[in-house]
């Protein structure tokens, strides 16, 4: 099972970034899928999961300005950031959630500058 997170990059504050996730080897459609973030010296959050009926949950602090979607038919997921705040800057990690465990991504590096 492989995830390839992409999209990030270096954006000002305010902007928007759309990271995308890429799976192969694995079927997503059962599965809740997943980004989370971690930025330097803190721990890895959830930034927003959704099931495979569509069901979205997010951080409160991306509510309203981040988006996660699914294409099962491509086996993706993608994140729809917008009102980029510098707090938000992080590495962004993919994750399939399946009864067996959790398969996730390398991880791509989001920078906001204020």
């Given at each position: 099972?492989?995830?390839?997170?992409?999209?990030?990059?270096l954006?000002?504050?305010?902007?928007?970034?759309r990271?995308?996730?890429?799976?192969?080897?694995?079927?997503?459609?059962?599965?809740?899928?997943?980004?989370?973030?971690?930025?330097?010296?803190?721990?890895?959050?959830?930034v927003?999961?959704?099931?495979?009926?569509?069901?979205t949950?997010?951080?409160?602090?991306?509510?309203?300005?981040?988006?996660?979607?699914?294409?099962?038919?491509?086996?993706?997921?993608?994140?729809?950031?917008?009102?980029l705040?510098?707090?938000?800057t992080?590495?962004?990690?993919?994750?399939?959630?399946?009864?067996?465990?959790d398969?996730?991504?390398?991880?791509?590096?989001?920078?906001?500058?204020?």
């Open positions: 099972v492989q995830l390839q997170a992409s999209g990030g990059g954006v000002q504050a305010g902007g928007s970034l990271l995308s996730c890429a799976t192969s080897g694995i079927f997503i459609r059962p599965f809740t899928m997943g980004w989370y973030r971690q930025g330097v010296g803190k721990q890895r959050e959830m927003a999961e959704i099931t495979n009926g569509g069901t949950t997010y951080a409160d602090s991306v509510k309203g300005r981040f988006t996660i979607s699914r294409d099962s038919a491509k086996n993706s997921v993608s994140l729809q950031m917008n009102s705040e510098p707090e938000d992080a590495a962004y990690y993919c994750t399939v959630r399946t009864k067996t465990g398969y996730w991504g390398q991880g791509t590096l989001v920078t906001v500058s204020s």
